[in-house]
């Protein structure tokens, strides 16, 4: 008799502990995250005391993280995969490390022109490569397209970094996916050829460039400028002031300028999906929308959210309408192309 209470009272422990572990793992999500802002862990505080759901980040590179799901497979821990170029969630989608989302609730905070028509991503916010110029040595009237940054007239005055850079490898698929690939080797070549300086550094080291005199004219995301021009920094101030912002390819026949997504995907094999799906509508809604526009300058994807007032000076914009997609889908040519033509 006494053995059969003890047992039970054993067993009843054990249920109150399954029961809490079981408790305890919904309330968590595991972020794998190549994006790179401060902003990023304000936005995960802020959703931890909106619902108690605690959020880990794993941050690497899209190419080691993309890696690192397909190794792990259906034993991985991660929820949602965040990248800050599109191309490589077509990727992972491509790689079937992805689920479809289906969510009216996310859906509902987006803009139609920027979701993803094979519903495996949702995009967090967007971003513009547009040509910056120096403001002494350049009349925003020479500018055009980034066709027309291949012109002589700018040969040893160009500047943009490496190819290897993701937001460089979207820019060439587009170039390729509007134009064809032999025009685009041209441009590549004749990018290369009037080039200041060998690609080094990242965006923000191309406007600091131009601000020392080393070239005239950079390639760069559009939010870099926000940045520098809100920076505590005296060089990044300088450098940020030093510049004239132009978008591009705005004429009625040409294709508006090149935009890339940073956005969020759920992995096939989410543990606390539901909790991810939370998370997602939270990031896009208006709130942390708002959140992101004024701390990183980036541009939102929700229509109730307007640029951040220094972003908003440079006006609005044409933006290529090419389906987002294309930008993984023509990558490996970019690449190809890149190699052939000695883009660093
Ligand atoms: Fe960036």
Redesign the pocket.
């Known amino acids: 008799m006494k053995k059969n209470i003890l047992r039970v009272i054993f067993i009843f422990f054990v249920l109150i502990i399954t029961s809490c572990e079981n408790n305890q793992k919904p309330n968590e999500i595991n972020i794998y995250s190549q994006r790179?802002?401060a902003v990023d862990e304000l936005q995960y505080e802020n959703f931890t005391k909106q619902t108690g759901i605690k959020v880990n980040v794993t941050k690497a590179n899209a190419d080691e993280l993309i890696q690192r799901l397909k190794i792990e497979g259906s034993s991985s821990s991660a929820d949602l995969f965040i990248t800050?170029d599109v191309g490589k969630l077509w990727q992972a989608g491509d790689m079937g490390l992805l689920q479809k989302i289906e969510d009216e609730t996310i859906t509902s905070n987006i803009k139609k022109e920027f979701l993803d028509p094979n519903n495996f991503w949702v995009p967090l916010t967007f971003?513009s490569r547009i040509i910056v110029y120096s403001k002494d040595r350049v009349n925003v009237n020479e500018l055009d397209s980034y066709e027309s940054l291949a012109d002589k007239k700018w040969e040893n005055r160009l500047l943009i970094r490496s190819s290897s850079n993701s937001?460089n490898q979207a820019l060439m698929s587009s170039i390729i996916a509007n134009n064809g690939p032999k025009v685009a080797e041209q441009w590549s070549s004749d990018i290369v050829s009037n080039l200041a300086r060998d690609p080094k550094g990242?965006?923000r080291d191309q406007v600091k460039a131009i601000a020392a005199g080393q070239g005239d004219l950079a390639v760069v995301?559009s939010?870099?400028i926000g940045l520098l021009l809100s920076s505590e920094k005296e060089d990044e101030l300088n450098a940020g002031n030093s510049v004239g912002v132009f978008f591009p390819n705005q004429r009625v026949d040409q294709s508006g300028a090149h935009i890339n997504v940073s956005g969020i995907a759920l992995t096939k094999n989410s543990p606390n999906k539901e909790n991810a799906l939370k998370l997602i509508a939270y990031l896009t809604s208006s709130v942390a929308q708002q959140t992101y526009v004024d701390n990183t300058y980036e541009y939102s994807v929700n229509p109730e959210i307007e640029p951040n007032k220094i972003v908003k000076q440079w006006g609005d914009f044409k933006k290529d309408n090419l389906d987002l997609n294309m930008l993984g889908v023509k990558r490996n040519e970019a690449i190809r192309i890149f190699d052939k033509t000695g883009w660093k």
């Open positions: 790179h802002y800050v971003r937001y990242n965006d995301n939010y870099y």
